[in-house]
C-alpha cells in the first residue's frame, strides 16, 4: 500500500473530509470576500487575524484532545508551536523578495495568498509520505534527529547578515527561459495578454519565489513535526494551521522583526532538543509535555530577552 494512503487510512474519510472544507470555507471567505478588493493590510486587521487562526488553532487542539486523547492533544499544540516557529523564518524572507521586487503593499496579500495554497499542498504531500516512511523505517528517526541538531547549531552560529538573491533562484531563471515576463507593472494580476501573447506578470515571478523558498523551509519543518507527532492527522492538521496563519503573521511582524533578535536563538535551541529527542528516543522517553513546557519557556525566554536586552546601537 502506498505511504499517503496508509496514513490516510488511520482516521476515517469524513474526518479529513470535514477539515478540509473548513480549511476550503475559511480560505474562500478570506480571498472572496474580506479581501475581494487589494488594499494595504494594517496592523490592527493584521492581528485580529493572528488571533483568529490562533483561536482556531487551539479550539481544533481541544477537539483533538478531547476526542482522541490528551496525549494527540498535547501533541498538536507543540507541533504548531514548532511550526509557528519556523514560521518567522519564512516571514524574513517575504520581506526581503517583496522589497527586492518592490511589490505594491496593496498586492502582497494576494501573492501570499495562492503562495501559502501551493504551501499546504507541499506539506501535505512531505508529511503524509514523511509518516509513512517513518512507520515503515523507523531508523530513518535518527536521521532526522541528526540533520535538526545540525541545523539548530548552524542556525545559533554567529555568521554575517544574510542575503537572497531572487534574481539567482533556479526555478525563476528556468521559468523567464520558457515562458515571457511582461516589464509593465502587474496591476494584481498573475499573467497578462500583450499583443495577443499570453505573458506572466512580476508579480508570478514574486509568487515562484515564494513557493520555491517555502520548499526549502519544508525540509526542515517534517522532521520536526514528525519528532513531534507520528500521527499524520495531527502531523498534517497543526501544520496547516500553522501555515494558515502565515500571511497575517507576516504583515504583524513586518517592520518590527528586528525587535524579536533572540528568536532565532531559541528557535535553534528548541531544534537541538527536539533533534536530540529523536535520537535518544531508544534509551530515554521524553514525553509531549515535558517538549510542550521546553518549547514554550524557551519561546518565552526568547521574548522576553528580546524585549529587555536592546541593541548596543540602540544605546548611542
Same mark, same amino acid.
Given at each position: 500500500?502506498?505511504?499517503?494512503?496508509?496514513?490516510?487510512?488511520?482516521?476515517?474519510?469524513?474526518?479529513?473530509?470535514?477539515?478540509?472544507?473548513?480549511?476550503?470555507?475559511?480560505?474562500?471567505?478570506?480571498?472572496?470576500?474580506?479581501?475581494?478588493?487589494?488594499?494595504?493590510?494594517?496592523?490592527?486587521?493584521?492581528?485580529?487575524?493572528?488571533?483568529?487562526?490562533?483561536?482556531?488553532?487551539?479550539?481544533?487542539?481541544?477537539?483533538?484532545?478531547?476526542?482522541?486523547?490528551?496525549?494527540?492533544?498535547?501533541?498538536?499544540?507543540?507541533?504548531?508551536?514548532?511550526?509557528?516557529?519556523?514560521?518567522?523564518?519564512?516571514?524574513?524572507?517575504?520581506?526581503?523578495?517583496?522589497?527586492?521586487?518592490?511589490?505594491?503593499?496593496?498586492?502582497?496579500?494576494?501573492?501570499?495568498?495562492?503562495?501559502?495554497?501551493?504551501?499546504?499542498?507541499?506539506?501535505?504531500?512531505?508529511?503524509?509520505?514523511?509518516?509513512?516512511?517513518?512507520?515503515?523505517?523507523?531508523?530513518?528517526?535518527?536521521?532526522?534527529?541528526?540533520?535538526?541538531?545540525?541545523?539548530?547549531?548552524?542556525?545559533?552560529?554567529?555568521?554575517?547578515?544574510?542575503?537572497?538573491?531572487?534574481?539567482?533562484?533556479?526555478?525563476?531563471?528556468?521559468?523567464?527561459?520558457?515562458?515571457?515576463?511582461?516589464?509593465?507593472?502587474?496591476?494584481?494580476?498573475?499573467?497578462?495578454?500583450?499583443?495577443?501573447?499570453?505573458?506572466?506578470?512580476?508579480?508570478?515571478?514574486?509568487? $515562484?519565489?515564494?513557493?520555491?523558498?517555502?520548499?526549502?523551509?519544508?525540509?526542515?519543518?517534517?522532521?520536526?513535526?514528525?519528532?513531534?507527532?507520528?500521527?499524520?492527522?495531527?502531523?498534517?492538521?497543526?501544520?496547516?494551521?500553522?501555515?494558515?496563519?502565515?500571511?497575517?503573521?507576516?504583515? /504583524?511582524?513586518?517592520?518590527?522583526?528586528?525587535?524579536?533578535?533572540?528568536?532565532?536563538?531559541?528557535? /535553534?535551541?528548541?531544534?537541538?532538543?527536539?533533534?536530540?529527542?529523536?535520537?535518544?528516543?531508544?534509551?530515554?522517553?521524553?514525553?509531549?509535555?515535558?517538549? $510542550?513546557?521546553?518549547?514554550?519557556?524557551?519561546?518565552?525566554?526568547?521574548?522576553?530577552?528580546?524585549?529587555?536586552?536592546?541593541?548596543?546601537?540602540?544605546?548611542?
Amino acid at each position: 500500500m502506498l505511504f499517503p494512503v496508509a496514513v490516510m487510512d488511520a482516521m476515517p474519510p469524513w474526518a479529513w473530509a470535514a477539515f478540509f472544507a473548513f480549511i476550503i470555507a475559511m480560505l474562500a471567505l478570506d480571498l472572496g470576500v474580506l479581501q475581494r478588493d487589494s488594499h494595504v493590510v494594517g496592523m490592527k486587521e493584521a492581528l485580529a487575524w493572528c488571533m483568529v487562526w490562533g483561536v482556531l488553532a487551539f479550539a481544533f487542539a481541544g477537539l483533538v484532545w478531547r476526542w482522541r486523547g490528551a496525549e494527540l492533544g498535547q501533541q498538536f499544540v507543540a507541533a504548531y508551536l514548532i511550526e509557528l516557529c519556523l514560521s518567522v523564518d519564512n516571514v524574513f524572507v517575504f520581506i526581503l523578495v517583496f522589497a527586492f521586487f518592490r511589490v505594491d503593499p496593496r498586492y502582497q496579500h494576494r501573492v501570499l495568498f495562492w503562495g501559502i495554497i501551493g504551501a499546504v499542498l507541499m506539506r501535505a504531500a512531505f508529511i503524509l509520505v514523511g509518516v509513512g516512511v517513518i512507520q515503515r523505517f523507523h531508523w530513518v528517526l535518527y536521521l532526522f534527529g541528526l540533520f535538526l541538531v545540525y541545523t539548530g547549531v548552524k542556525m545559533a552560529l554567529p555568521k554575517p547578515d544574510e542575503e537572497i538573491h531572487p534574481d539567482r533562484n533556479i526555478a525563476v531563471r528556468m521559468f523567464r527561459r520558457f515562458f515571457p515576463v511582461a516589464a509593465l507593472p502587474e496591476a494584481g494580476t498573475f499573467f497578462v495578454r500583450e499583443n495577443g501573447r499570453r505573458m506572466a506578470t512580476p508579480l508570478f515571478v514574486v509568487l $515562484l519565489v515564494i513557493e520555491t523558498t517555502d520548499l526549502v523551509f519544508a525540509l526542515d519543518s517534517l522532521p520536526a513535526v514528525l519528532a513531534i507527532t507520528k500521527d499524520g492527522f495531527v502531523a498534517l492538521t497543526s501544520n496547516i494551521f500553522a501555515i494558515l496563519g502565515l500571511r497575517s503573521l507576516y504583515f /504583524a511582524l513586518n517592520g518590527v522583526m528586528q525587535l524579536f533578535r533572540y528568536l532565532k536563538v531559541g528557535l /535553534a535551541v528548541i531544534l537541538v532538543f527536539i533533534g536530540v529527542k529523536m535520537l535518544i528516543v531508544h534509551w530515554v522517553e521524553i514525553t509531549t509535555a515535558t517538549s $510542550l513546557g521546553v518549547i514554550g519557556g524557551v519561546l518565552s525566554m526568547s521574548v522576553l530577552l528580546s524585549v529587555l536586552i536592546k541593541e548596543p546601537s540602540s544605546r548611542a
